[in-house]
């Protein structure tokens, strides 16, 4: 499962851009540019297998990033989610 499936996890407000709106969210863009890496512009995903598609999620969830101070998506994400459940188990 991707990281954005599970965003409603993190139990915190999330935008999503207006279609056709790039200008609203650069980051996406710059992620839907890392993607291009595997799936060219205009190539269908017919010729990718969903086993494709979650190898390259994986690839990128797994990628350092700058503006997450050189840890990757995964390992922000995996922190939050274990912050908000010592959360829950402290209030119970």
Known sequence: MTIIARYEELGKPTYFCDPYS?????????????LRQFIPKKETLDNHTHKDIASYANILNNRPMKCLNWNTPKEVFEELISVKRAKIKHTN
């Open 22 to 34: 790039s200008w609203q969210k650069g980051s996406i863009e710059n992620r839907f540019g890392l």
